[in-house]
């Protein structure tokens, strides 16, 4: 699932895999030549449970 409204982008995802359960969420904001996010995934891999945060941004450095 995702949605985007303005410069801002959602989304999220479940897996369901013969090892087990992942799910997660994120967001990333637009702001002209620069962008950041985020990512909280939530994962049960054969009786493991983990998590973890991702955090991110960035900006253009040059002409692709």
Not at 12 to 38: D, H, I
Request: glycine share 16%; with cysteine.
């Amino acid at each position: 699932n995702s949605d985007v409204s303005g410069n801002s982008l959602t989304w999220s995802m479940l897996c369901n895999t013969p090892s087990g359960v992942m799910n997660g969420q994120g967001t990333f904001e637009s702001k002209g030549n620069s962008g950041s996010g985020n990512m909280q995934m939530n994962m049960d891999i054969e009786g493991q449970s983990f998590s973890m945060e991702l955090v991110w941004k960035g900006h253009r450095v040059g002409s692709c």
